[in-house]
């Protein structure tokens, strides 16, 4: 089983940065793929970023250029790096991790005002 817990939503106004974070617990190994989706209301969840290596990484073409993700070297924690921030970003940000199965966190909102 893997826990993943994720931290750093909230309010902010347009053009402002935010700094997604998700820890994943229980597992005895390194998690080969992690990343963040997000749901807007009304919407389908849809991928954000997904991290398999610094040199694998994709990204939404929405968020490109603007949002980067990252991972602690040797841990099983992701970070989103959202700047440039757009209302059209206002969603809960979900982490994910595959790791056998799919797992996912809880999720947390991120509300952009204009």
């Known amino acids: 089983q893997v826990q993943l817990v994720e931290s750093g939503g909230g309010l902010v106004q347009a053009g402002g940065s935010l700094r997604l974070s998700c820890a994943a617990s229980?597992?005895?190994?390194?998690?080969?793929?992690m990343g963040w989706y997000r749901q807007a209301p009304g919407k389908q969840r849809m991928m954000v970023a997904t991290?398999?290596?610094?040199?694998?990484?994709k990204y939404a073409d929405s968020v490109k250029d603007r949002f980067t993700i990252s991972r602690a070297n040797a841990s099983n924690t992701v970070y989103l790096q959202m700047n440039s921030l757009k209302p059209e970003d206002t969603a809960v940000y979900y982490c994910?991790?595959?790791?056998?199965?799919?797992?996912w966190g809880q999720g947390t909102q991120v509300t952009v005002s204009s």
């Open positions: 229980g597992t005895i190994a390194t998690i080969n793929a």
């Open positions: 994910y991790a595959w790791y056998g199965n799919d797992y």
């Open positions: 991290y398999t290596s610094k040199t694998n990484t």
